[in-house]
């Protein structure tokens, strides 16, 4: 009888060992990926420009590219040291529109690449990169430059002198001639600069009134008369008639600025063009 039991033991060992033997491992399948799911599309301004101290606002939409409904958050990368960003809409359901506001706080001049990512809920993230330029010069700074500009080359031929500071680079004067303007003064009106030329030497110009508008970077020399322009065909001593205007682009510190003198008898119509950069 022992014997008997022993022996159906070990059938059932045996029989419990091959069971195991021809158990096969499960693997699970992978989720199917949906090929419909096209996702979104994202779409803003490639270029934002901001001074060094202010605000910047510019818009990014989202739209889908299939019939599907699609949530999405709005997110960004790579802001410089000194700015900041809100969102009215960081996120919803698309189509979405938000808007982007920069904030800079002396922020150094220079054009940085800040990407703009929407990520949906299905589909894969898509982005774009908003190239944020920072002014070279401020609006602190703005009536410095212009004042050195008008100082050492606003009607007056540019030349490289001891007594001279190289604030300005690449000045040309078409037509060649020489008109000089001395001892600018400066005064402040809002936002507004306006220099007025009080002395004249060389047979310069004098009292020539020059107004430059911050909010449009715009130069204006109204309609006014002027003494003794020292052209080839002025007489000194003759009173001329001047007008003219400019513009300045605070981001490249570059300016152009076109001005005409006129006189009935003897006849006299020119015109100038000054181009500049400031160095500084």
């Given at each position: 009888?022992?014997?008997?039991?022993?022996?159906?033991?070990?059938?059932?060992?045996?029989?419990?060992?091959?069971?195991?033997?021809?158990?096969?491992?499960?693997?699970?399948?992978?989720?199917?990926?949906?090929?419909?799911?096209?996702?979104?599309?994202?779409?803003?301004?490639?270029?934002?420009?901001?001074?060094?101290?202010?605000?910047?606002?510019?818009?990014?939409?989202?739209?889908?590219?299939?019939?599907?409904?699609y949530?999405?958050?709005?997110?960004?990368?790579?802001?410089?040291?000194?700015?900041?960003?809100?969102?009215?809409?960081?996120?919803?359901?698309?189509?979405?529109?938000?808007?982007?506001?920069?904030?800079?706080?002396?922020?150094?001049?220079?054009?940085?690449?800040?990407p703009?990512?929407?990520?949906?809920?299905?589909?894969?993230?898509?982005?774009?990169?908003?190239?944020?330029?920072?002014?070279?010069?401020?609006?602190?700074?703005?009536?410095?430059?212009?004042?050195?500009?008008?100082?050492?080359?606003?009607?007056?031929?540019?030349?490289?002198?001891?007594?001279?500071?190289?604030d300005?680079l690449?000045?040309?004067?078409?037509?060649?001639?020489?008109?000089?303007?001395?001892?600018?003064?400066?005064?402040?009106?809002?936002?507004?600069?306006?220099?007025?030329?009080?002395?004249?030497?060389?047979?310069?110009?004098?009292d020539?009134?020059?107004?430059?508008?911050?909010?449009?970077?715009?130069?204006?020399?109204?309609?006014q008369?002027?003494?003794?322009?020292?052209?080839?065909?002025?007489?000194?001593?003759?009173?001329?008639?001047?007008?003219?205007?400019?513009?300045?682009?605070?981001?490249?510190?570059?300016?152009?600025?076109?001005?005409?003198?006129?006189?009935?008898?003897?006849?006299?119509?020119?015109?100038?063009?000054?181009?500049?950069?400031?160095?500084?």
């Amino acid at each position: 009888m022992r014997a008997n039991v022993i022996i159906v033991l070990l059938a059932l060992v045996v029989a419990g060992s091959a069971c195991k033997k021809e158990k096969k491992n499960i693997i699970a399948k992978p989720t199917p990926v949906d090929t419909s799911i096209k996702g979104v599309a994202i779409k803003g301004d490639a270029d934002l420009k901001i001074m060094s101290t202010g605000t910047a606002s510019t818009k990014v939409s989202i739209s889908p590219l299939d019939n599907r409904s699609y949530k999405v958050n709005i997110s960004l990368e790579g802001l410089p040291k000194n700015t900041t960003s809100s969102l009215v809409a960081s996120g919803g359901m698309v189509p979405l529109t938000s808007a982007i506001t920069f904030s800079t706080k002396n922020e150094k001049a220079g054009t940085y690449t800040i990407p703009v990512t929407a990520t949906p809920d299905k589909g894969m993230p898509v982005s774009f990169d908003l190239k944020l330029t920072v002014a070279a010069i401020d609006s602190a700074d703005w009536g410095k430059f212009f004042y050195n500009a008008v100082k050492n080359s606003m009607l007056k031929t540019y030349r490289d002198t001891a007594d001279q500071k190289n604030d300005l680079l690449n000045i040309t004067m078409s037509p060649s001639g020489e008109v000089y303007l001395n001892k600018v003064l400066l005064y402040k009106e809002d936002t507004t600069y306006t220099y007025v030329s009080t002395d004249s030497t060389k047979g310069g110009v004098k009292d020539v009134k020059l107004t430059v508008d911050c909010a449009t970077d715009s130069l204006y020399i109204m309609p006014q008369s002027v003494n003794g322009i020292n052209l080839s065909v002025a007489i000194p001593g003759t009173t001329y008639m001047i007008s003219g205007k400019g513009h300045f682009d605070r981001y490249n510190k570059t300016f152009t600025i076109t001005y005409h003198v006129t006189h009935p008898n003897p006849k006299v119509n020119e015109t100038f063009t000054i181009k500049g950069k400031m160095d500084f």
